[in-house]
T-cell receptor, first 112, second 112 residues
Framework: GENVEQHPSTLSVQEGDSAVIKCTYSDSASNYFPWYKQELGKRPQLIIDIRSNVGEKKDQRIAVTLNKTAKHFSLHITETQPEDSAVYFCAASIEGAQKLVFGQGTRLTINP | SAVISQKPSRDICQRGTSLTIQCQVDSQVTMMFWYRQQPGQSLTLIATANQGSEATYESGFVIDKFPISRPNLTFSTLTVSNMSPEDSSIYLC?????????FGPGTRLTVL
């Protein structure tokens, strides 16, 4: 079955700098790649997603890139702010937005 | 997106007992899922809750331990049976809507 590896497990950046989180997946049939942000004690919140027919997607300070050949995708956050501090999870699915397989998570800390 | 609620929000249970978690959505949805998030860990799909038929379980999860009901398109329950301390986790329901997946607030279960 699908396996998703996420790196780094922790990331600390200065406020205003950029943060990049990377994920690799094993099943070349995967076609949907969402990213979730989970604040302490809260539910995972969908922040951006990308499908296999698109190489890049951007939403304000957040962007996701997908390299199908290398089977990896990345989350880019620019101009980081303290409220970006959270755990971020990538996921992959071979059935659209169903049966998501999650990465291990990245704890992002924004230092003022 | 759909509004998803779960009951209870948290519970403390004795080993050997069972707990039923409810998930309610404010609109009809085709796809509902149940995930487990162990302390400090990522999310793992338990099963897909199918309306009108038996749930589809992922590897490592069985119906006897995690029976699921889905009586209609707005409601599902997950029962954690014969609990042990290893079942202490957050249990989350999610729904598929508009090609995306959204999570409920979760149920924090502690088994003593």
């Amino acid at each position: 079955g699908e396996n998703v590896e996420q790196h780094p497990s922790t990331l600390s950046v200065q406020e205003g700098d950029s943060a990049v989180i990377k994920c690799t997946y094993s099943d070349s049939a995967s076609n949907y790649f969402p990213w979730y942000k989970q604040e302490l004690g809260k539910r995972p919140q969908l922040i951006i997603d990308i499908r296999s027919n698109v190489g890049e997607k951007k939403d304000q300070r957040i962007a996701v890139t997908l390299n199908k050949t290398a089977k990896h995708f990345s989350l880019h956050i620019t101009e980081t702010q303290p409220e970006d501090s959270a755990v971020y999870f990538c996921a992959a699915s071979i059935e659209g937005a169903q049966k998501l397989v999650f990465g291990q998570g990245t704890r992002l800390t924004i230092n003022p | 997106s759909a509004v998803i609620s779960q009951k209870p929000s948290r519970d403390i249970c004795q080993r050997g007992t069972s707990l039923t978690i409810q998930c309610q959505v404010d609109s009809q949805v085709t796809m509902m899922f149940w995930y487990r998030q162990q302390p400090g860990q990522s999310l793992t799909l338990i099963a897909t809750a199918n309306q009108g038929s038996e749930a589809t379980y992922e590897s490592g999860f069985v119906i006897d331990k995690f029976p699921i009901s889905r009586p209609n398109l707005t409601f599902s329950t997950l029962t954690v049976s014969n609990m042990s301390p290893e079942d202490s986790s957050i249990y989350l329901c999610s729904v598929g809507e508009g090609g995306k997946q959204f999570f409920g607030p979760g149920t924090r279960l502690t088994v003593l």
